[in-house]
Structure formats: structure tokens, C-alpha cells
């Protein structure tokens, strides 16, 4: 029997303490662990979103396993938005299986009913657990971030010439939208707008409207990378899709983490947001759950329900980018993150060997000498 919902004015609305996270944990755990209990990989992205998102160490492997309805009880007093928080802990939990067992994916979904929960995600994992990949990622594209998806917004949010009837579809003859992005190359340094100028010309990314580039919508978290201060490896990616999901209130946003962990670790979907393909095994990189975890606890702490994959970024473009992100609120890295490998756009091990290759070829191309603006491969020179 499922948990109601509290009527607001009796909902629990504070930070949840040690014994009570304990409680949270175990239920997390509970509905994910295998018949040998938490793989490695789980019990290192779970415990570090715990211990990050509450400010409590858990020992996961002490907890005993609860029922989904003792569990939901002990959340009497949670409201909806909270018990999604959870129920997307075990979809991260779930997730990172491959493959993910059919009894896995059936008592996340128990215990989120146990909750009042409903997320869209669900019937997506349960694709994947009974090995359907193709029904799984048509299932996604329906139920993911972009499946109220609107053509005429696009020319709203996002500056295109005519409507997109797909949100990831391409944009590569809109040369009004290419000059557009190309002119933040004419702000002044320490701009927003300037950063990402530099992002795209170090990499030999195409401007969005050119023959080459990416898909508008998901152009907008290149943003996101200098706003928050990520670089633009594989790793980093997971880095900004889990801040931007976590600053996102919307639960929907989670699903955004949910595609770059199943195309980045695990190879659940092959290709994503009109350009992504898989390529697996970045997420169990050494030090990534710890990053990861610092990037969900910084996007939790910005400032109001933000939803930067719709944002009108050019209306701040030429704000100073340190003003930008105090008016977020988006704290500094940790230091146990930054320890764990985590790098801007500009330091060594910001940019991948690819994306320095295709950033040189740009600059021969078009007889200018090339800049990587202090980015290097894997804090090597960048030659």
C-alpha cells in the first residue's frame, strides 16, 4: 500500500539528520543491491551522493534491508518533491548495472509506488532489464526531458530561424543563428559569453547554424560547463548533466544524468541529444563519484529551480562571468572534488585529445594561430 502524500502545512521540510539518512540509505540500498549485494560501482557513487548530499557518512554495507512499505512509512512526513530526490537515487543506483537484473528494476519500481512516486523513468529501466535496448531508448525519448518538447519554442529559447520538430534536431543552415555565436567572440574577456567563445574555438566546435555543429538544445549546456566550471572530457560531461539535473527542480531534469550515465558508463542507449554516442566506462574512472557527487551538491545549492538547457544564455552573455555566478549562488568545487581530478575548461586535463586535434585543425584552417586558452590533454602539453 502506498504512502499519501502530507498535506503541505504538515510536510517535514528540514535537512534530514543522521538517523534519518541512515534510514534514507537503507531503503536506497535495499531497492538496488543484487543478489551479492552493491556492486563496487554503486557503493561508491551512492555512498559519495549521501555523504555529499547530507553531510552524513553512511556505512552502506552495515544497513539491513527494509521493506518498500516500512520504508515509505518512515517517509510519512516527506513531501513529493523529497521523495522523488530518493526515488532518483535508486534510478542512479539502478542505472549504473549493466545489465540491470529484472528483480533490481522491479523493486525500485515497488518502492517508488511504496512512495506516491511516479517517475517516467521507470518503465525506461525496465526496458533495459529485460534486455529491450530499442524499446528502452524510444521509450526515453518519450519520457526524458524534451517529451513536451514544443517546435515553436525553439525559436523562443533558443534564437533558430525556423521550428525544430525534434529537440535535439540539428540546425546547420541558420547562418543569423552562427553569427550570434560567433559575436561572443567580441565580448570582453571574463564575460560569460566570452568563455564560451573560447570554449568552442579552442575545441573546433562549430557554432549551432553551421554545417557541423550540435543541436541547439544541447548546445545550451556548453554554458553550463564554464558557468559552473567543468571541462569538456567525457568525465566532465557527467559532471555538468549531474549539476544541471540537480539544479533543475523539475524531475524531469534527471533524466538528463540518466542519458550521459547510460551512453558514458554503461552503454544503455548508443546515441543521445542528436550528436552523443556511447562510449562507456568513464563513470568508474577513479575519483568520478566523488566529482559527480560535488557536482549534484552544487547544482542542489544554486540559487532557485533552474533549468539551463532552457535559458536565454545571450541575455547574460555579457555579464562578467564571476557575477553571473554569484547571482546563481553556485559555490566553488570542493576540495576532496578538485583532488579527484575535477578541471575547468582552461587547466590541464580540460580538454580531450580529440577536441585539442579538431581545435588545431580549425586554427590551420582558417590561418590563425591556435590558442587552447591553458586547456591540455591529461595535464600534459598541449601539442
Not at 159 to 174: F, H, N
Not at 191 to 203: E, I, Q
Not at 249 to 272: I, K, N, Q, Y
Amino acid at each position: 500500500m502506498a504512502t499519501p502524500l502530507p498535506p503541505d502545512h504538515q510536510a517535514l521540510l528540514t535537512a534530514p539528520d543522521e538517523v534519518e539518512v541512515a534510514h534514507l540509505a537503507r531503503g536506497v540500498v535495499s531497492a538496488v543491491a543484487g543478489p551479492g549485494g552493491l556492486s563496487e560501482l554503486q557503493a561508491l557513487v551512492l555512498g559519495a551522493q549521501f555523504e555529499a548530499l547530507t553531510g552524513h557518512s553512511i556505512d552502506l554495507a552495515a544497513l539491513e534491508p527494509i521493506e518498500p512499505e516500512e520504508f515509505a512509512a518512515g517517509m510519512a512526513r516527506r513531501n513529493l518533491a523529497f521523495r522523488s530526490r530518493i526515488v532518483q537515487q535508486m534510478l542512479l543506483g539502478e542505472l549504473i548495472l549493466a545489465p540491470i537484473p529484472p528483480e533490481v528494476s522491479d523493486r525500485v519500481t515497488r518502492f517508488a509506488n511504496a512512495l506516491s512516486v511516479t517517475d517516467d523513468l521507470l518503465g525506461f529501466t525496465r526496458r533495459l532489464s529485460e534486455g529491450s535496448l530499442g524499446l528502452a531508448a524510444v521509450d526515453f525519448d518519450r519520457n526524458g526531458y524534451s517529451a513536451d518538447w514544443d517546435p515553436m519554442l525553439a525559436e523562443e529559447r533558443l534564437g533558430v530561424a525556423k521550428p525544430l520538430a525534434d529537440a535535439w534536431e540539428q540546425s546547420v543552415d541558420d547562418p543569423a543563428l552562427a553569427a550570434r555565436w560567433a559575436s561572443l567572440g567580441d565580448l570582453p574577456d571574463g564575460t560569460l559569453g566570452n568563455g564560451v567563445w573560447r570554449l568552442y574555438r579552442a575545441r573546433g566546435f562549430e557554432f549551432p547554424g553551421s554545417p557541423g555543429s550540435a543541436p541547439p538544445l544541447l548546445a545550451q549546456h556548453d554554458w553550463v560547463h564554464v558557468l559552473a566550471d567543468f571541462g569538456t572530457t567525457l568525465e566532465n560531461e557527467l559532471e555538468v548533466f549531474g549539476y544541471i539535473a540537480r539544479a533543475n527542480d523539475d524531475p524531469r531534469g534527471f533524466s538528463l544524468l540518466a542519458m550521459v550515465v547510460s551512453l558514458f558508463e554503461t552503454g544503455h542507449l548508443a546515441t543521445a541529444a542528436g550528436l552523443f554516442e556511447a562510449d562507456t566506462g568513464h563513470l568508474s574512472t577513479r575519483g568520478m563519484a566523488t566529482r559527480l557527487a560535488d557536482a549534484s551538491l552544487r547544482g542542489a545549492l544554486t540559487t532557485g529551480s533552474n533549468d539551463f538547457m532552457a535559458l536565454d544564455w545571450f541575455a547574460i552573455a555579457d555579464r562578467p562571468l564571476d557575477v553571473v555566478r554569484a547571482e546563481f549562488g553556485i559555490p566553488p568545487k570542493s576540495a576532496a572534488a578538485v583532488a579527484a581530478g575535477s578541471v575547468s575548461a582552461w587547466e590541464p586535463g580540460g580538454i580531450s585529445p580529440f577536441q585539442l586535434r579538431a581545435g588545431m585543425a580549425a586554427a590551420e584552417r582558417d590561418g590563425r594561430p591556435y590558442e587552447a586558452f591553458g586547456a591540455t590533454v591529461d595535464g600534459g602539453p598541449g601539442r
